[in-house]
């Protein structure tokens, strides 16, 4: 995490110098300022778009201004935490909950001996904060717009469906129903009630057809497009995508591939937390491109790893030829995932794709 300091008083420097000591022995990336006349605007600026959070030690009013130009939207803006010169104080301004403004501020008051003021609803309630969870576990909210939605009818009192393509472990927050697969017989703990659809698919229309089945899910967690838009979308990083090109592939062409497998396989792009391919393609170009662009590092693997996978793979004797083993990107994604094939080979143009899903249990 990376978090930029700045003081408006030489009090306040001194406290900030306390402060990033505390968030670099907590594994954090830091930086700190004492403010110079006429300096903050640009400072927060710079800050506002590379940092993950923004700390002004100082009035909060001061801050307020300072960020305000730079608002975008709660999914993107980085959290920033206001505290008093003395130390007392750490108020989370901005994006509590996905940003993670909270669980930084909680923290900070726990290494100042100092007292975090909460003011987000859900916390303030007790009430269970969907997106901040969701943040916290790297969950991708497609449309943060119907999160409003779900903690006012939690704050409300009333009850919550939840659809998961995954095992829940453990008990629901309060006000949260499952919504599990049919034929799934799954006793959770502390009473909590289950209502059984075949697929997410079919839970609309068994809701309509039989008096069995009244609920839809508010919250759908999976990787596969196709949710009703009334329904908050969570998609975990759970799929490996395994990659096969031809030497001199252009970024492009992988991206073209990229899009029409996906839609082809009604998958998420959010739902891909990982590339990987042969030790061959370490360095293609237009590979490397992709991978930059999805914001994901590229893993690959040696012909002998690759070649030693149990597993019942597309063979291809030309595949078998140029790289000495049979298939690379259903291996490669399997590999990576440490889980199972879920996209078979898909190729376009020179570019072999395959998708892969890692074993995952959601939990809160």
């Known amino acids: 995490m990376k978090v930029s300091i700045i003081a408006f008083t030489a009090t306040g420097y001194v406290l900030a110098t306390r402060l990033q ?3 670099n022995a907590a594994g954090m990336k830091t930086e700190k300022q004492r403010c110079r006349a006429g300096a903050l605007h640009d400072w927060t600026g710079r800050h506002f778009a590379v940092a993950d959070a923004l700390i002004f030690i100082g009035a909060s009013g001061i801050a307020v201004r300072a960020i305000a130009p730079y608002l975008q939207s709660k999914t993107s803006d980085p959290a920033v935490i206001v505290i008093d010169e003395g130390g007392r104080f750490v108020i989370p301004l901005l994006s509590g909950h996905i940003g993670g403004a909270n669980r930084l501020a909680a923290d900070i008051s726990q290494m100042l001996a100092a007292t975090a003021v909460i003011t987000t609803a859900t916390e303030s ?3 269970f904060a969907i997106d901040s969870w969701a943040a916290k576990n790297k969950i991708s909210i497609l449309n943060p717009e119907r999160i409003k939605s779900v903690s006012a009818r939690l704050l409300a ?4 469906y939840l ?6 472990e453990g008990a629901l927050p309060g006000g949260f129903t499952a919504v599990f697969d049919a034929g799934v017989e799954r006793k959770l703990p502390g009473g909590l009630s289950v209502v059984a659809g075949k697929c997410l698919e079919d839970i609309d229309m068994i809701s309509r057809k039989s008096s069995a089945f009244t609920y839809k899910p508010d919250v759908v967690v999976t990787v596969k497009t196709g949710a009703k838009k009334e329904a ?3 998609v975990p990083p759970v799929l490996t995508l395994g990659v096969g090109c031809r030497k001199g592939v ?6 073209k591939a990229f899009k029409k497998m996906l839609k082809k396989a009604g998958c998420h792009k959010e739902a891909v937390g990982r590339v990987c391919s042969i030790d061959l393609k370490a360095r293609e170009q237009g590979l490397l491109a992709f991978c930059t662009a999805l914001g994901l590092p590229l893993q690959t693997f040696s012909v002998e790893q690759l070649r030693a996978l149990p597993g019942r793979f597309t063979a291809s004797s030309f595949v ?3 790289t000495g083993v049979d298939n690379v990107c259903e291996r490669s994604a ?3 995932s440490k889980g199972e094939l879920f996209v078979s080979k898909n190729v376009e143009n020179g570019v072999a794709l395959a998708l892969a899903l890692a074993p995952y249990t959601l939990r809160f």
Do not use: R
């Open 250 to 255: 252009a970024e492009e062409e992988i991206q």
């Open 21 to 23: 000591a505390c968030l």
């Open 163 to 168: 659809y998961s393509m995954f095992p829940v």
């Open 320 to 322: 078998q030829e140029i």
């Open 125 to 127: 309630s007790g009430v």
């Open 157 to 160: 009192g009333e009850n919550i």
């Open 232 to 234: 908050l979308q969570l």
């Open 334 to 336: 399997v590999l990576g």
